[in-house]
Nanobody, 114 residues
Framework: QVQLAESGGGLVQPGESLRLSCAASGFTFSTYVMSWYRQAPGKERELVARISTLWTNYADSVKGRFTISRDNSKNMVYLQMNSLKPEDTAVYYC?????????WGQGTLITVSE
């Protein structure tokens, strides 16, 4: 059974940093692309960053500020978020697609505010 569990959310001020973690289980983690998505209030869910074993890619809005990484020995994926802005406020979700089925974590809320 595929399970994804995010942690690390919270309230931060603009310009601060935060690191999200996602613990994965129930599949061969190292062979699958892992992604972070976010959904801001009143907006559609959007892709933030993705990582395979060979490449990473990012939404234009977070390039240069966010870094996605993974530790295949621990079945973990991370999102380091620097220089946070109020527009980064959203629920952040860990995601993977295994054998054609999308899986999501429960989400973790990031609020960037004075």
């Amino acid at each position: 059974q595929v399970q994804l569990a995010e942690s690390g959310g919270g309230l931060v001020q603009p310009g601060e940093s935060l690191r999200l973690s996602c613990a994965a289980s129930g599949f061969t983690f190292s062979t699958y692309v892992m992604s972070w998505y976010r959904q801001a209030p009143g907006k559609e869910r959007e892709l933030v960053a993705r990582i395979s074993t060979l490449w990473t890619n990012y939404a234009d809005s977070v390039k240069g500020r966010f870094t996605i990484s993974r530790d295949n020995s621990k079945n973990m994926v991370y999102l380091q978020m620097n220089s946070l802005k109020p527009e980064d406020t959203a629920v952040y979700y860990c995601n993977t697609r295994v054998l054609g089925i999308e899986y999501w974590g429960q989400g973790t809320l990031i609020t960037v505010s004075e």
